[in-house]
Nanobody, 129 residues
Framework: QVQLVESGGGLVQPGGSLRLSCAASGFTLGAYTIGWFRQAPGKEREGVSCISSRSLYTNYADSVKGRFTISRDNAKNMVYLHMNSLKPEDTAVYYC??????????????????????WGQGTQVTVSS
């Protein structure tokens, strides 16, 4: 059974930090590009960051560049999103997702949600004072 399980969300003040984790099971994590997406109320789901299967490429949305860092540990079947200098506009449900390598474009951008093969259930991040 394929599973992606996110954790680490919560309430944080503006300027604070969080680390999101994504635990994978039921498939070979190391064969897939992994992306982090987010969806705020009333908005479309958007790509935040991606990391290629062997960590050769990473990419970030302009809105999070310099503040967020994506990493992965294939041996532990884990992917992480370190978020610093959080802003109220970062408030959203964050999802990790697996993109098949054949269609991954993480070397030049972030795949759209339609490219995703597997989704996690999401974790809420709220940035508020």
């Amino acid at each position: 059974q394929v599973q992606l399980v996110e954790s680490g969300g919560g309430l944080v003040q503006p300027g604070g930090s969080l680390r999101l984790s994504c635990a994978a099971s039921g498939f070979t994590l190391g064969a897939y590009t992994i992306g982090w997406f987010r969806q705020a109320p009333g908005k479309e789901r958007e790509g935040v960051s991606c990391i290629s299967s062997r960590s050769l490429y990473t990419n970030y949305a302009d809105s999070v560049k310099g503040r967020f860092t994506i990493s992965r540990d294939n041996a532990k079947n884990m992917v992480y999103l370190h978020m610093n200098s959080l802003k109220p506009e970062d408030t959203a449900v964050y999802y990790c997702a697996a993109v098949p390598p054949a269609i991954s474009r993480c070397s030049s951008g972030i795949n759209p949600p339609s490219s995703v093969a597997y989704w996690g259930q999401g974790t809420q991040v709220t940035v508020s004072s």
